[in-house]
């Protein structure tokens, strides 16, 4: 069975910290990995998607790796700010399917 | 633009009535998705359609109903729905075809359903 799993699952960090966020998945045949973030009752942000065939993807201050043999992927943030305060979750694309993992609800005080 | 747009954004309604939920994407994208959200859930796959074709149904029971008009739209029209079924209904797309190891997905803002 596909599953995704996030680990923490909630994180509270001072303003100006780097952390890292993980996602493991059980099936390494995988298309590619997707990170969003969503804010509360809202629509999903695409921030990174890394293809198979990659290791890493970088935007700004964000950049997120990617492990297929041992199933694990992780998006650092590098300083952190208020404003990205939000859950994080990963997807990841089997053919037509995709499975999201539980989400981190991240929280980064001022 | 890499805009998906969904009306309405609110939507309450009895279990008797029939309504429907749009969504739309003028990125030239063949592929669109339905998602549903319960809360502090993630998304769960419902549907999935390719170049206007069904090619995944999720087991989801037949009071959804969706439907690919165009390349551009997908609905999803509900009848005779159960308090349960109250969540955000997300849509997304993405390229589609051959290639879809850097196919990205989209997502719009959702429609929050109240199901009384």
């Known amino acids: 069975k596909q599953e995704v799993t996030q680990i923490p699952a909630a994180l509270s960090v001072p303003e100006g910290e780097n952390l890292v966020l993980n996602c493991s998945f059980t099936?390494?045949?995988?298309?590619?990995l997707q990170w969003f973030r969503q804010d509360p009752g809202k629509g999903l942000t695409s921030l990174l998607l890394?293809?198979?065939?990659?290791r890493e993807q970088t935007s700004g201050r964000l950049n997120a790796s990617l492990d297929k043999s041992s199933g694990r992927s992780t998006l650092y943030i590098a300083a952190s700010q208020p404003g990205d305060s939000a859950t994080y979750l990963c997807?990841?694309?089997?053919?037509?399917?995709?499975?999201f993992g539980p989400g981190t609800r991240l929280s980064v005080l001022p | 633009d890499t805009e998906v747009t969904q009306t309405p954004k609110h939507l309450v309604m009895g279990m008797t009535n029939k309504k429907s939920l749009k969504c739309e994407q003028h990125?030239?994208?063949?592929?669109m998705y339905w998602y549903k959200q319960k809360a502090k859930k993630p998304p769960e796959l419902m549907f999935v359609?390719?170049?206007?074709?069904?090619?995944i149904n999720e087991s989801v029971p037949s009071r959804f109903s969706p439907e690919c008009p165009n390349s551009s739209l997908l609905n999803l029209h509900l009848h005779a729905l159960q308090p349960e079924d109250s969540a955000l209904y997300l849509c997304?797309?993405?390229?589609?075809?051959?290639?879809?190891?850097?196919?990205?997905?989209?997502f719009g803002p959702g429609t929050r359903l109240t199901v009384l």
């Open positions: 099936d390494s045949a995988i298309y590619n």
């Open positions: 359609y390719s170049y206007e074709k069904l090619s």
């Open positions: 997304a797309s993405s390229r589609g075809g051959v290639v879809i190891s850097y196919n990205e997905q989209f």
């Open positions: 990125m030239g994208h063949r592929a």
């Open positions: 997807a990841v694309r089997y053919g037509q399917n995709f499975v």
């Open positions: 890394i293809q198979s065939s990659q």
